[in-house]
């Protein structure tokens, strides 16, 4: 039976490469979706205010204003 050889892996390196997939995944959402809010993204990745605020700064996303997002006005006839 021979021996099969195992494939060193450097988990720094891996660590690193997933955390850019990640970090890329979440920097597209606060650019596509501005109607979400911080809570929303938390829950729905499972993160933490900070991450958020590291990924934003890492990518250089603009502050989202507070407050209530204006109403979509419909134009009248």
Do not use: C
């Not at 390196?13 to 809010?37: G, H, K, N």
């Not at 993204?41 to 205010?49: A, D, W």
């Amino acid at each position: 039976m021979p021996i099969k050889q195992i494939n060193q892996v450097h988990l720094r390196d891996e660590l690193a490469r997933v955390r850019l997939d990640f970090d890329t995944q979440l920097a597209e959402v606060l650019l596509r979706q501005p109607d979400l809010t911080h809570i929303q993204i938390r829950t729905e990745f499972g993160i933490s205010e900070k991450v958020i605020r590291r990924v934003a700064k890492q990518f250089k996303i603009a502050a989202r204003k507070p407050g209530p997002k204006p109403k979509q006005q419909v134009p009248s006839s």
